[in-house]
DNA sequence: TTCTTTTTTGTAATCGATTACACGCTTGGC
DNA sequence: GCCAAGCGTGTAATCGATTACAAAAAAGAA
């Protein structure tokens, strides 16, 4: 079922089916009929390999991702392949598994396969791999990393601003003594996240103890075991930010497990606002991160790098909104500690 | 960057290149290492588009899912996905949104795209889209639909006996009046487990009113809408079985915003078992169905169709595991509703 | 009608790989 | 020394599309 057999049933050589087919305007509207009537009758459809063989374009994207399974990606995932369903183009996932050697062999796969450009969503990547796709000429969009380049994006998050709003917040409402939960710190992302909390206290001169910011691993289990840690501590803090939502949601149970309330003795704010985090007890404050603009944004930056004129790499901005639920409230005037 | 370059460095043929990079074994050792060295300087990776164009294989599966967003999926599809690099096989997921109008169109992009089969794991197909696949001779794998055919094979959960150990497990709780949410009847999924239980419920020959069997629609709002609807019986059941976990953690809040809780007044069990389900309050008991064996299995399918001497389709079976944790307890002797 | 111009269609090269077939060089048997 | 067999390598066809160029057909001008 290919173009010559098209062409054979419509007595007309596959340069013309390949007109039609194409809309080069160049053929006699009775003569595109006939194609397009043997393209009907055998249910013809174009062999995306063989064109890409000739133009050059595989019409492909990567997309490298963390994990699936992380409930932050599968919003951008699916954001991402909207978007580039909608232009024509697929998409092949790839998840690295928090593992740099699984990124090398995402990386090899997308060059094997031709991508036209790729969308890197995590931050496992070494200079020896960037070199590879550079090499290659490759489109890139990064997530929080590195700098923009010809053919390189890059989407900042804000995180100063965000976390900076929810700190502004949790000190309006009368908290002193404010603790972080972060990610793995083996995580760029994380770091960064910590590292701007760290900045934004410090800018405002609140006494920021060291014992008070402590490591989770950005899942359910470490928040609780990282909240667990510093409820232990003699005077714990009376509200909490963390590093993302199951951090957070990992911390409530703690908190609740102890029999403390929240947010009555302690305030608790999270960071993405996973669709979960309306549903929690109580349902949680937190620090929006769009997923769905991440993905459509990483997504037009590599369409607008390959086929647009501009051939410059772009820097995106993403931006964060504090979403107020019921996690939050104002610090008691005397603590329930000793 | 192609074979011809290669070929040109070590000052051999294509020909020769090709067959030291497909381990062919009729190349001279000797030439063999110039070919390799070649490969090095040049950072040579064959163009899988041409071969695919060639072998008539794209070495690509198709992963047709309702939703990636739906936390039921993603470690379905990195199953898949693993299993699948692991046999240098590349995948496309696409996402039909529950809409048989975009079903459509994943399955002209497949076909355009020439994947050498397709799982599909959602239910939203309709005899015409089945007939296109089946006219071009793509393996498929069905997720509890259609017969075992030649090229379609069939992946069947035992609903039945999952959801029944549940029901018995409630019933030898001493339960009489147990409620069942099941997904959105317009899901065959929803449709197959509400029936399993009402066919095991008849079985056991419990009274069954049919206002106890209500409609959600396999999220959290959802099971929450329902659950409350349920409450608002004049005698509410004192447990409940839902079509999928997120319908449970809704009915675990609607319990629990009424004053009452799980399980002393009421028990709840679960279906899927997602990862959250072990961190709810209380932890759900659930019936697990797991995700993991779904994707690796339905990968085998189409792996043993398309490369496996034997070409027929296989029926598969897959079977669930009765979770129990803390979200079912026995029976009140006197139920505290009027 | 006849010739020119323009539009429509066809022929064949091309993309980057694989592979059937042919050729050349060793090697060994006689 | 000659020929057959066998191994290693090269030449060229092929996969299914696109497209430069050539050719044919239609339209317009005279």
Redesign the pocket.
Known sequence: ???????NRA?????????T??Q?????????EKVRRAIQELG????T???A????RSQMFGLIISDIVNPFFPELVKSFEFAAIHRGYEVIVANTDYNSERMGGCVRRMIERKVDGVAIMTSEIDSHLLSELAHRRLPIVFLDVGKVKPLISNIRVDYSKGIGEAVQHIVSLGHKRIGFISGPLTLKSARTRRSAFLKCISARGIGQRRQSVVEGNHKIDGGELAMTQLLSLREPPTAVLTSNDLTAIGALRAITRTGLRVPEDISVVGFDDIELSRFTQPPLTTIRLSRDELGRKAFDALYETVEGQARAGHEIKVGTVLVLRESTAPAKSKPRFR
């Open positions: 079922m290919n173009i010559k057999e098209v062409a007595r007309l050589s596959t340069a013309t089916v390949s007109r087919i194409n080069s305007g160049l053929v006699r509207p009775r003569t595109a013809y459809y174009p062999n390999q063989a064109r063989l000739v133009s050059g």
